[in-house]
């Protein structure tokens, strides 16, 4: 078993073993047990009540963090030559169509979100195995897909994300950093789950939202009152 740094130990008994703290709370006490030298990120875990291997049981969506991701988000338009100006515009990193899936058939793929339109797909679909694994294929769900590239783009890049739940009833996903205030901690994950709760399946029965975690990378899970969040 590994020693506890010293900033370890500092924090080690902030978070009090089952509590469950208001989302406010939880918002203020995840930056107070941040201990890592980089910015971090603020992850949220939700554990739902689905079983996920029944298609009108899953959970998927999309929500535009009203604070940003804290992050920057590489955005490749993979489109038709007349939308190429509309998608730079839009503050698209890179823009094209066969070059950049020649690149990526090579095997690069240094980019976090792909933008595409409906008429490109057919292009697309033969790496779809090397983007699948990646979580990088554009999906019409995701809001991916799209006849209106501009605007994916700028929603992608002002703090828009997808999600879904995974096998296990649990959906994972990053709501910022750890260098964004308390409130926009709060503000992002409060719109995170908002979203989440709107999306509860009809078949979904008992409780929908088992359990709601907070953590920083590399931290401890703060657990958060479910009902705080709404």
């Known amino acids: 078993m590994s020693k506890l740094t010293k900033n370890q130990k500092a924090v080690a008994g902030k978070v009090e073993a089952n509590k469950a703290y208001t989302l406010a709370e939880a918002a203020a006490l995840v930056k107070e047990i941040t201990t890592?030298?980089?910015?971090?990120?603020?992850?949220?875990?939700?554990?739902?009540?689905v079983d996920p291997r029944k298609a009108n049981q899953m959970v998927r969506g999309v929500v535009s963090l009203p604070n940003g991701t804290g992050k920057v988000t590489r955005v490749l338009a993979l489109c038709t030559p007349d939308q190429e100006a509309a998608a730079k515009e839009a503050g698209a990193d890179y823009v094209g169509l066969d070059e950049y899936?020649?690149?990526?058939?090579?095997?690069?793929?240094?980019?976090?979100?792909?933008?595409?339109?409906?008429?490109?797909?057919?292009?697309?679909?033969?790496?779809?195995r090397i983007l699948g694994p990646r979580g990088l294929m554009p999906n019409p769900k995701s809001g991916t897909v799209t006849m209106n590239i501009s605007q994916a783009v700028k929603e992608v890049k002002q703090g828009k994300i997808d999600f879904k739940v995974d096998k296990t009833g649990i959906i994972h996903t990053s709501i910022g950093k750890v260098s964004m205030t308390a409130e926009q901690i709060f503000g992002n994950a409060k719109e995170f789950i908002s979203t989440v709760n709107k999306l509860k399946p009809a078949a979904a029965?008992?409780?929908?939202?088992k359990s709601i975690f907070?953590?920083?990378?590399?931290s401890k899970g703060i657990k958060i009152d479910p009902k705080s969040a709404e």
């Open 214 to 218: 907070i953590s920083s990378t590399m």
């Open 36 to 49: 890592t030298k980089f910015d971090a990120s603020v992850d949220v875990d939700v554990r739902l009540g």
């Open 205 to 209: 029965k008992g409780t929908y939202i």
């Open 101 to 128: 899936i020649d690149k990526i058939k090579g095997g690069w793929t240094d980019i976090d979100v792909i933008i595409t339109m409906p008429s490109c797909m057919g292009k697309i679909g033969p790496i779809g």
